[in-house]
């Protein structure tokens, strides 16, 4: 009877055994390794009872020449999360020293997963640079046989545009100026490195959205472009004042799409056959833009150009050489001072206009360049807005940044140089835009969103998109003279200044809820 308690005691003690050292393996497998060499284990004891292909991707051909397919490969293999999460692998900083890339090391092998089949990279001994016979250098793929048959081509071309797209990614932007006749190179570049994007151009989120996509939906529209027999292409047309952001804007687009720029200074090009040759060097992928449109075309500038010229600029023979190409004109004046010919869809696809700084443009700038939300002397600002006053995003912008360290200051100079346009005071340039040149200027006043369509004869016919009139979404009820802006930096040719102008432009995001602005498109 004394010896009841004993069997109990056994029980627990095993229990207690077993709860440890399950606690203990299991730590174990989570600490190290093993969990993943025993899976490691299993799928190289898996794969024994498949047959298998192998194929190899030598870094070199027989001639000596770079297989292109290594990098491609290579670029699409670094990428893969497998990489990332393997045991070694090499660390290389990119263009931007900020930028760290992950890279393959020698001999190691890395799995990827595609439309279900298992595929595994090893990558061999790494080449001598230039050395001959270093064909040791290679990719091989180890794919199961069935598995080849189902996605091989589908997997290659998987890698191939992956590939293209990070490359693209990475690629060093290059603003690209023409040179004048007579000299060897007809264009000369320079690292692009201004700092504005979609997020520091202060503008409505749905208009940004806007043009975002329809960037996107044209990067992706190879195909559609091909089918149609069209040449792969979009141009667009930023029209608004002086210092209302298009520069800024241009270089947003060209970050967002990764492409080159070719900043045509047209009173460089001497005769037609200049213009041929300076678009049949440019490259693919790339934003070609020529500035102050509605100058040239009026004879205004030095630049010796005829409308035909630049009609044959925009759609002729020639602006097919090469794709993928974006376009885009700029202009400071209205669109009723240009011939209609040189906007009709087809040249140019979409029109985006530029207002000059409303209330709810200002609340954008505030925020980012002062950081204000709200601020007592907002109702007074909206008041003066109201009155049609107006400045240029650039004039505020510049208010603001002169007065960052007091914001009250900062305000309180914006209601004063408002003020001094409403009386019709201010620069000589800038006093057309006080209310007496209203009606004159009503069309700076409000984003815009039209269609341009042919009617059943052939002719241009502007389609509203919204309700409205047809001209505006927002009415005609901020309405507001247009006047030309002498800027901070004195910036007569905007983009062609960046280089000067970047230590002075703003770098912060901008938040763009409650602007009132929009985009107008013309005949996609
Ligand atoms: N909408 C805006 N949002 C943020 N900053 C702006 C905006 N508009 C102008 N700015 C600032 O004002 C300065 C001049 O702008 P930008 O050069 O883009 O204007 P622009 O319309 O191209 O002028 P121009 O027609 O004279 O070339 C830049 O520093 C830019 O950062």
């Known amino acids: 009877m004394k010896l009841w308690p004993w069997p109990w005691a056994t029980s627990i003690s095993t229990l207690f055994f077993i709860v440890v050292s399950t606690f203990l393996v299991l730590r174990f497998f989570r600490k190290t390794s093993a969990l993943q060499i025993l899976n490691k284990w299993w799928l190289s004891f898996e794969d024994r009872l498949h047959v298998h292909q192998s194929f190899k991707v030598p870094l070199y051909n027989h001639h000596f020449q770079e297989n292109h397919l290594y990098r491609k490969i290579l670029t699409y293999l670094d990428s893969l999360p497998s990489v990332q999460d393997s045991d070694y ?64 081509r589908q997997y290659f071309q998987h890698i191939l545009s992956v590939a293209e797209e990070i490359e693209l990614r990475r690629k060093e932007i290059r603003l690209y100026t023409n040179s004048s006749a007579g000299e060897s190179s007809r264009w000369r570049s320079v690292a692009f490195t201004h700092p504005a994007s979609f997020d520091t151009v202060a503008m409505d989120a749905e208009l940004k959205n806007k043009v975002k ?46 492409y080159d720029i070719y ?162 005071g201010g620069d000589s340039e800038g006093s057309n ?31 509203a998109t919204s309700e409205g009139d047809g001209e505006s979404f927002f009415g005609d009820t901020k309405r507001v003279a247009r006047g030309f802006c002498v800027n901070q930096f004195g910036k007569v040719g905007g983009f062609r200044n960046w280089r000067k102008t970047t230590s002075g432009a703003m770098s912060s995001s901008v938040e763009s809820e409650g602007a009132k602005r929009f985009v107008s498109t013309e005949g996609q």
């Open 213 to 258: 996509l329809d960037l996107d939906q044209f990067l992706k529209s190879k195909q559609y472009y091909h089918r149609l027999g069209r040449v792969w292409k979009r141009s667009y047309l930023l029209y608004g004042a002086s210092g209302t952001g298009k520069s800024s804007f241009i270089a947003a687009m060209a970050k967002f799409l990764c």
């Open 89 to 152: 692998t090499n660390l290389f900083s990119g263009h931007n020293p900020a930028d760290i890339y992950l890279h393959l090391d020698a001999n190691q092998t890395i799995q990827d997963i595609f439309l279900g089949a298992k595929l595994s990279w090893t990558k061999t001994n790494d080449a001598v640079i230039g050395g001959v016979g270093s064909d040791s250098a290679a990719l091989v793929l180890r794919i199961k046989k069935k598995d080849k048959r189902r996605v091989f």
């Open 433 to 463: 835009r006080g209310p007496r040149n209203i009606e004159k200027n009503r069309e700076s006043g409000h984003w815009r969103w039209e269609r341009r369509t042919m009617d059943r004869t052939g002719r241009l016919a502007k389609e």
């Open 263 to 424: 900043d045509i200074d047209v009173s460089k090009v001497t005769d037609g056959s200049n213009w041929k040759t300076l678009l049949m060097q440019t490259t693919s992928k790339s934003m070609i833009v020529i500035e102050d449109l509605d100058r040239l075309l009026s004879g205004k500038s030095t630049a010796v150009i005829s409308v035909s010229s630049m009609l044959n600029f925009m759609d002729g023979i020639v602006s097919c050489c090469g794709e993928e190409r974006v376009m885009v004109f700029t202009m400071n004046g209205t669109k009723d001072e240009v011939d209609q010919a040189v906007l009709r869809p087809g040249r140019v696809d979409v029109h985006i206009h530029f207002p000059l700084c409303d209330f709810s443009t200002f609340k954008i700038l505030a925020s980012s360049y002062l950081g204000l939300k709200e601020h007592k002397l907002f109702t007074q600002v909206e008041e003066v807005f109201q009155t049609g006053a107006r400045l240029s995003p650039a004039e505020v912008g510049e208010i603001m940044i002169s007065n960052r360290n007091s914001p009250t200051r900062a305000l309180k100079t914006v209601i004063t140089a408002l003020q001094a346009q409403s009386n019709g």
